[in-house]
């Protein structure tokens, strides 16, 4: 089937904008995950989703950050008032979370350049 | 102390190899334990899932040490297709977060 999809595939923007980010996770996966990479960096935890559960936003940077998934499917990230230094790769990630698939999936990302 | 740590590299080896990576992590609560590839400019893939002692999927091995809060890859007879870095991932038990460390790169030369 379908993988995790992501849009935009590339994103430039000017500094004090506000950027939407979208994620189609694999149907069926109950866990969604965002992440964040900056050029030659590790990926940098910033929100998950399980189910109908409050979401675990602890790694989000600031408040500009913020995130939703409505249906228990698509998310977004939004930033807003984007800074210079949110330029990354943003990426996505699903999973099943049942016991022995515990996997996660990653979409190819979002690559954002503030100017 | 970081919560997950990798040589960051790069290991050249030349093909036919056979190259380790040695990962340390410091929350002792992990249970789970994976390593990705993720190849220059794309996403991360799963290569292996440790849940015990370790695994094996050809030519790669993963051993799982508990006490010492390490886990190590093992790669038999590289490929050039093998070149990406290898990045240890750790999952909390009872928690979804998965802690990724920043790699291992890994050059396999003609």
């Known amino acids: 089937g379908a993988g995790v999809s992501q849009s935009p595939s590339n994103k430039v923007t000017e500094k004090g904008k506000d950027v939407e980010l979208r994620c189609d996770p694999i149907s069926g996966h109950t866990a969604l995950y965002w992440y964040r990479q900056s050029l030659g960096q590790g990926l940098e935890f910033l929100i998950y989703?399980?189910?109908?559960?409050?979401?675990?936003k602890s790694g989000l940077p600031s408040d500009r950050f913020s995130a939703e998934r409505t249906g228990g499917s698509v998310s977004t990230l939004t930033i807003q008032r984007t800074q210079q230094e949110d330029s990354a790769v943003y990426l996505c990630?699903?999973?099943?979370?049942?016991?022995?698939?515990?996997?996660?999936?990653f979409g190819p990302g979002t690559r954002l350049l503030v100017l | 102390r970081k919560e997950v740590e990798q040589d960051p590299g790069p290991f050249n080896v030349p093909e036919g190899a056979t190259v380790a990576f040695n990962c340390t992590y410091s929350?002792?609560?992990?249970?789970?334990f994976f390593w990705y590839r993720q190849d220059c400019r794309k996403e991360p893939k799963l290569l292996m899932s440790?849940?015990?002692s370790g695994n094996e999927d050809g030519r790669f091995t993963a051993q799982l040490n508990r006490a010492s809060q390490y886990i190590s890859l093992l790669i038999r007879d590289s490929k050039l297709s093998d070149s990406a870095t290898y990045l240890c991932v750790p999952r909390t038990s009872g928690t979804y977060k998965y802690i990724f460390g920043t790699g291992t790169r890994l050059k396999v030369l003609a």
């Open positions: 929350n002792s609560a992990s249970q789970s």
């Open positions: 989703f399980q189910g109908n559960s409050a979401p675990d």
């Open positions: 440790v849940y015990s």
């Open positions: 990630a699903s999973s099943r979370e049942d016991r022995g698939s515990e996997t996660q999936y």
